[in-house]
């Protein structure tokens, strides 16, 4: 089946995957301690900024589908119970870019998030960093829908 493009507006988060939310819990942000964690499963985020961009993909909804690749029972913080990660291949640009920059959908089994939920028309995405992608910004994910179905 062929990638399918959703558009989407780039929105504040938590910043606690960042550590820009001064949780003292995770002064470095989330991911810096998840990032080792994934690494001794084999997954190699070492590319990918330290910070996920938030993408509202609203009005349209979406629905998890087959994940690339699942991390279950991950223990990543003294402080927090151990988490279920799935990763979904994706591929983002914002609208001032001509291509995109291969990225992950990055979801925290809500069934093992304590914390920090995501409203439903937030995807979580990990990437390069994208200059162009701020607060506000418009962009485009590309999707595999046996991944990430999008309902329009």
């Known amino acids: 089946m ?3 493009i ?4 780039v929105k504040k988060g938590y910043r606690v995957a960042s550590g820009l939310a001064g949780d003292d819990r995770f002064p470095e ?3 810096a301690l998840q990032i080792p964690r994934f690494a001794e499963r084999g997954l190699d985020l070492s590319s990918q900024h330290k910070g996920t961009l938030n993408v509202c993909i609203a009005p349209n909804v979406f629905r ?5 690749k699942t991390l279950p029972d ?3 913080s003294p402080v927090m119970p151990a988490e279920n990660f799935s990763f979904y291949r994706c591929e983002i640009r914002s609208l001032r870019m001509k291509a995109f920059e291969d990225g992950l959908v ?3 089994h809500p069934s093992t998030k304590p914390e920090f939920q995501q409203d439903p028309p937030i995807l979580e995405i990990l990437a390069p960093f994208i200059e162009e992608a701020n607060y506000g ?3 485009e994910l590309l999707l595999d829908p046996e991944e990430i179905e999008i309902s329009y």
């Not at 998890?64 to 690339?68: D, E, L, R, V």
């Open 137 to 139: 910004s418009a962009v």
């Open 64 to 68: 998890i589908g087959k994940a690339w």
């Open 6 to 9: 959703v558009s989407g507006i």
């Open 106 to 108: 990055y979801w925290p």
């Open 74 to 76: 991950v223990k990543w």
């Open 2 to 4: 062929s990638k399918r």
């Open 29 to 31: 942000g989330t991911l």
